[in-house]
Every structure is written in C-alpha cells, then in structure tokens.
C-alpha cells in the first residue's frame, strides 16, 4: 500500500517544501521508494531538486488537463524526473495556477489528483505532495487522494487561527470526500531552541492544537544551512549530513515509518 503524504498549511513560508524535500531524501535514504509530487504553482520543490520550472514543457498541469478533460495528453507516469535528493519528481511551474479555474469546471473537481494517482499504475511506497500556501483546489485534491497530511508549524509563531481552519477544512474533506484521511502530524519547523527547551516547544503545541492530533517528537531547528543547501539545489541530508536538522528529518521519516 502506498503511504501518500500531503505537506500542507495554507499559511505561507512555514516550510513545507523544505519538509517535502527532506523528509522524501530520507526515506529514501532508510530504503524507501518515494515519489515527489510538486502541487504549488510556485514550483518550489522542482527549483530545490535542482531543476528550472519554466523551462520545463510538460508539468503536472498538462496532466490534470488530461484528466479533466478526457483527453489522450500526458499522464503522471509520462513527468517522472530524478531529483538530486534521491526520489522521482512530478514538477509543476506556474502554469498549475490555471488549474484551479480547471478544476471549478470539472465533475468531481476535488478527486482529479487522486484519479491521476491510482490510473498511474505506479508503486511507490512513498508519495509525497507539496502543496501551495492556500485551501483552494489543488490543497483540496491533495487531501483527497492523500492517505496522511502532515502540518508544518513554525514553531515560535503558533499561528492558531490558520491551524484551526486548517483542521476544519481536514475535518470537511474526511466527512465529505476522504474517509480514509488521518493526520499524521504537526511538524514544528524553524525552531529557535537556543531559549527554549524543546520539550515545552512540543508542550505548548500540543495544549495549543489539542492533545488528540499527534505533535512529532523530532523539532526542525532554525538552521541557516537549509537556505545553503536550497541555494545548492541539493538536501540537507546531502549538504550537511551530520546537522541538527538532518538528523532532525530522519528521525521524522523514522516517527513515520513506525
Ligand atoms: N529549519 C529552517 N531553518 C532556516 N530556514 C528555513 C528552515 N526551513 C525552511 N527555511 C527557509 O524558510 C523559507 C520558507 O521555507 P519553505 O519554502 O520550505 O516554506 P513553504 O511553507 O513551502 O513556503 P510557501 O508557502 O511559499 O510554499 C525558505 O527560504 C527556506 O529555505
Ligand atoms: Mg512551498
């Protein structure tokens, strides 16, 4: 069974493609086969794998047309890249940006991705879904078809009024569309733990988010060589593999595999 992962918050720049990026590299590295699908018009994820969106002909936006209307265009399997971190690469650019006009149109627009997915044939223990800053279409399509979300947080902003909606709009798609979606977790991120233990980092989220939604054990530190190893186009844990916050993402991809 494939475990598929949306990495979603609606709030901007908490990192969720750098949690994307690195939690996939070290699945991958503990064995797993793990697919990146890059789900933001942004096209984030394909920059930090080391490729150029823009000059990308084929995205996963031609293959949502293809499915939305019915067409012989590409598919997902036809998209696969190798990424420098290790997992294959759905890419997207900003062309996905008019799918969300695509998907209002569209008959059952929120299980598009998920169709797309499971037509695919393809098997991946592992696919992870990186979504935009946003609860439009594409966020909604990747909670569809994901078995899991995982939430990252910056761990010295608790923004709880996003937090709340987001769980709100978690807790429609499991009534409504997605009976099979559990959350995985909160991933705190960014974390300044030079003032703080982290034990009352995680405390304080968990009596924040509520003690019934599972707050990860391992805490992403702020560490200015995740914004080098962006820079590199390359992983943490191939960057700088001893770091604090490479460690910090295989002990999440072991809390995952558990
Ligand atoms: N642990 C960290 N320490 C320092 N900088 C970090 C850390 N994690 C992420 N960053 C940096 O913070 C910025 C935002 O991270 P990222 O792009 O992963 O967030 P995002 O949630 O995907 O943003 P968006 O909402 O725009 O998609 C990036 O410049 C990234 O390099
Ligand atoms: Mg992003």
Redesign the pocket.
């Known amino acids: 069974m494939t475990r598929v992962i949306a990495v979603a ?1 609606q ?11 690195n939690l996939g590299a070290a699945l991958h590295e503990a064995g797993n086969s793990v697919l990146y699908i890059d789900l ?1 018009p ?1 096209g ?1 994820l394909t920059t930090s794998v080391g490729l150029e969106p823009e000059e990308i002909e084929e995205t996963i936006y031609d293959a949502f047309k293809t499915t939305i209307y019915e067409t012989d265009g590409c598919k997902i399997k036809d998209l696969l890249y190798e990424s420098s971190a290790g997992p294959d690469l759905i890419p997207s650019n900003i062309e996905l940006s008019a799918a969300e006009l695509d998907l209002l149109q569209a008959t059952m627009g929120e299980l598009i991705l998920k169709e797309m997915i499971e037509e695919s044939g393809l098997k991946y223990d592992f696919v992870l879904i ?1 979504c ?2 946003n609860l439009g279409g594409l966020t909604i399509n990747a909670l569809s078809a994901a078995t899991e979300v995982l939430i ?1 947080l910056q761990a010295d902003y608790l923004a709880l009024k996003g937090v709340n909606l987001l769980m709100r709009t978690i807790s429609t798609v499991q009534r409504k569309i997605n009976k099979r979606l559990r959350i995985a977790g909160i991933l705190l ?3 300044d733990l030079r003032t703080r233990h982290s034990r009352e980092v995680i405390e304080a989220a968990k009596e924040a988010v509520g003690d019934q939604i599972n707050v990860f054990d391992s805490i ?5 060589q ?2 080098e190893a ?1 820079v590199a186009g390359e992983s943490i844990l191939d960057y700088a593999s001893q770091s604090n ?1 490479a460690k910090a993402y295989r002990s999440l991809a072991k809390e995952l595999m558990a």
């Open positions: 918050n709030k901007g720049g908490v990192g969720k493609t750098t949690s994307t990026l933001d942004q984030s990186d935009p800053p990252p991120t960014m974390a992403v530190r702020l560490n200015v995740i914004k962006s916050v």
